[in-house]
């Protein structure tokens, strides 16, 4: 059993922070994708999960599943039974509504680390269950989940955008290590700056994928996840390694009839993949010229046929 965090009542009357004693009582507020996943591995780490809610047909699939030993009741009970840690794992435009309604009803327990696990807000939103005298805590996994029980196996190694008060960093980073994780701090502040960059680079990767997969299918092509994957996982690996040293293709080159065909063929075949083929042929060849991999005056016929192609398409 690994170390871990608790908070007794005495503790929380000379609000001291937790220290890495015993395992936790914790509760799961929202049992999708993540909370489900991350209660799990909670568990395995040694700590007990005593309640959880959901309200789907999913959730409860996996509260039986990934988390046989909670009892599945709604949100107040699941708070006031958390009296170590609470996890709060919501839409996060659902945050603050459901952290005051907690408020409201009183299902805070003094003491107790509240801890949310969306990346776009900070500790800031938590402030109604601090005003209650509980501990605010930001805990972003910066993996994508799918609810099931492999996830478990996926969060080895990864990072985690953590936010908190400087005297609860003890019991964040020793939370992240039971979660075999590794600690980033992220100011309040930036907390959006640091989601938009997740998303941006994951969660349009995955449709950047499909659109590149759809085309090729309309090119014919009988398994484009066969001639997509070696290079898009080269390519992957090799802008983690080299950054901006790593572009290649017509844009990076200044290609600029090669990119003229494409947008030209696109037109006719997925008009709806324009725009998007233009931003990024745009930011690509702003990003090869500051990196010297492409000169202005090279890039002078590209910049023209990608401004055309804008305007044609209303969006000069």
Same mark, same amino acid.
């Given at each position: 059993?690994?170390?871990?965090?608790?908070?007794?009542?005495?503790?929380?009357?000379?609000? =001291?922070? /937790?220290?890495? &004693?015993?395992?936790?009582?914790?509760?799961?507020?929202? +049992?999708?994708? @993540? !909370? %489900? $996943?991350?209660?799990?591995?909670?568990?395995?780490?040694?700590?007990?999960?005593?309640?959880?809610?959901? =309200?789907? /047909?999913?959730? &409860?699939?996996?509260?039986?599943?990934?988390?046989?030993? +909670?009892?599945? @009741? !709604? %949100? $107040?009970?699941?708070?006031?039974?958390?009296?170590?840690?609470?996890?709060?794992?919501?839409?996060?435009?659902?945050?603050?509504?459901?952290?005051?309604?907690?408020?409201?009803?009183?299902?805070?327990?003094?003491?107790?680390?509240?801890?949310?696990?969306?990346?776009?807000?900070?500790?800031?939103?938590?402030?109604?269950?601090?005003?209650?005298?509980?501990?605010?805590?930001?805990?972003?996994?910066?993996?994508?989940?799918?609810?099931?029980?492999?996830?478990?196996?996926?969060?080895?190694?990864?990072?985690?955008?953590?936010?908190?008060?400087?005297?609860?960093?003890?019991?964040?980073?020793?939370?992240?290590?039971?979660?075999?994780?590794?600690?980033?701090?992220?100011?309040?502040?930036?907390?959006?700056?640091?989601?938009?960059?997740?998303?941006?680079?994951?969660?349009?990767?995955?449709?950047?994928?499909?659109?590149?997969?759809?085309?090729?299918?309309?090119?014919?092509?009988?398994?484009?996840?066969?001639?997509?994957?070696?290079?898009?996982?080269?390519?992957?690996?090799?802008?983690?390694?080299?950054?901006?040293?790593?572009?290649?293709?017509?844009?990076?080159?200044?290609?600029?009839?090669?990119?003229?065909?494409?947008?030209?063929?696109?037109?006719?075949?997925?008009?709806?993949?324009?725009?998007?083929?233009?931003?990024?042929?745009?930011?690509?060849?702003?990003?090869?010229?500051?990196?010297?991999?492409?000169?202005?005056?090279?890039?002078?016929?590209?910049?023209?046929?990608?401004?055309?192609?804008?305007?044609?398409?209303?969006?000069?």
């Amino acid at each position: 059993m690994s170390a871990s965090l608790r908070t007794s009542p005495a503790a929380a009357t000379r609000a =001291r922070p /937790p220290v890495a &004693t015993h395992p936790l009582t914790i509760g799961v507020l929202g +049992a999708g994708r @993540v !909370g %489900a $996943v991350l209660g799990a591995a909670l568990v395995r780490a040694g700590h007990r999960v005593v309640a959880a809610s959901g =309200r789907s /047909p999913q959730s &409860t699939s996996r509260i039986a599943t990934l988390l046989p030993d +909670a009892s599945h @009741v !709604g %949100a $107040v009970e699941v708070a006031r039974a958390a009296t170590d840690l609470l996890v709060i794992s919501v839409p996060d435009d659902a945050l603050g509504p459901t952290v005051a309604h907690l408020a409201e009803e009183g299902a805070f327990v003094p003491g107790q680390v509240v801890a949310h696990t969306s990346g776009a807000h900070g500790i800031g939103i938590l402030h109604p269950a601090v005003a209650r005298g509980t501990r605010p805590l930001a805990l972003h996994p910066a993996m994508t989940f799918t609810g099931r029980r492999t996830d478990i196996e996926r969060l080895a190694g990864i990072s985690y955008g953590v936010t908190a008060p400087e005297e609860l960093r003890p019991f964040a980073q020793a939370l992240v290590r039971d979660l075999g994780g590794t600690a980033e701090w992220v100011p309040d502040a930036d907390r959006a700056l640091y989601h938009a960059a997740l998303a941006h680079g994951a969660n349009h990767l995955v449709t950047l994928v499909n659109e590149s997969l759809d085309r090729l299918r309309d090119a014919g092509v009988a398994y484009p996840e066969r001639v997509l994957g070696p290079l898009l996982r080269a390519a992957l690996e090799n802008a983690l390694t080299l950054g901006d040293a790593a572009l290649t293709g017509p844009v990076s080159r200044g290609d600029a009839g090669t990119v003229a065909r494409h947008l030209d063929t696109l037109a006719v075949v997925a008009p709806e993949s324009v725009p998007s083929y233009l931003a990024l042929a745009r930011r690509t060849a702003d990003r090869a010229i500051a990196a010297g991999r492409l000169t202005p005056a090279a890039a002078e016929p590209l910049l023209d046929v990608l401004g055309r192609a804008a305007a044609l398409d209303g969006r000069a």
